[in-house]
């Protein structure tokens, strides 16, 4: 049972352009939620999180947008440029068992093009 | 963030021996860890939370004795992968948590079985 999807594999964009990518989730009782960017080989970099009782959270050109209703976020980077491509994971956090443990989407792969 | 390092960054081993990886964290002091797999073009799969000096907690599917965690002091976590074969190639990363809505992660190791 995937309680967090991305359903984009794949995503490409222009470079000054916006990349909008999104993540389903089925688990009401998450509290946060997670973006991540991934390098092959390398360990996913923290880049943005929401509270599960914001919808809405912005830093610099990453902004990520909650909806519970849909149980539905996305991540928006304007403007994109041509390092932001990688595999960018969503994840969403719940308190179990005294800590929180994460839960990763697949991922989607954006490609920037110049 | 906190800066997490993992040591090796890549080993390759026969089948039936064993494989220790450590997970250091060099700036935060970490009563809880996390070990996660990655299949190729997969999600981050959560194995174990390791926990200071206790037993660290499996998900269901991972076989406790197959994959060791000793988590020994503040600052390092090990996992060992005893008799390792084929299937148990894959990437492994370690993270240290800030609480719900924060998860820094290592830079992962890249184990082959030959």
């Known amino acids: 049972d995937q309680q967090v999807k991305q359903n984009s594999p794949s995503l490409s964009v222009q470079e000054g352009r916006i990349s909008i990518l999104n993540c389903d989730y089925t688990n009401s009782m998450f509290d946060y939620f997670l973006w991540y960017k991934k390098y092959p080989a390398e360990g996913p970099t923290f880049l943005i999180s929401?509270?599960?009782?914001?919808d809405k959270n912005e830093d610099g050109r990453f902004t990520v947008f909650l909806n519970k209703s849909a149980k539905h976020l996305s991540l928006h980077i304007v403007p994109s440029q041509p390092g932001d491509s990688a595999v960018y994971f969503c994840?969403?956090?719940?308190?179990?068992?005294?800590?929180?443990?994460?839960?990763f989407g697949t991922g989607t792969r954006l490609k920037v093009l110049a | 963030g906190a800066v997490v390092s993992q040591h090796p960054s890549r080993v390759i081993c026969k089948s039936g021996t064993s494989v220790k990886i450590e997970c250091r964290s060099l700036?935060?002091?970490?009563?809880?860890m996390f070990w996660y797999r990655q299949f190729p073009k997969q999600s981050l799969m959560l194995m174990a939370t390791s926990n200071e000096g206790s037993k660290a907690t499996y998900e269901q599917g991972v076989e406790k004795d197959k994959f060791l965690i000793n988590h020994a002091s503040l600052t390092l976590s090990t996992l060992t992968v005893t008799s390792a074969h084929p299937e148990d190639s894959s990437f492994y990363i370690c993270?240290?948590?800030?609480?719900?809505?924060?998860?820094?992660f290592g830079p992962g190791t890249r184990l082959t079985v030959l």
């Open positions: 993270s240290v948590g800030g609480g719900g809505d924060t998860q820094y």
């Open positions: 700036d935060f002091q970490a009563t809880t």
């Open positions: 929401i509270s599960s009782i914001k």
């Open positions: 994840a969403a956090s719940a308190h179990t068992s005294g800590t929180y443990k994460y839960i």
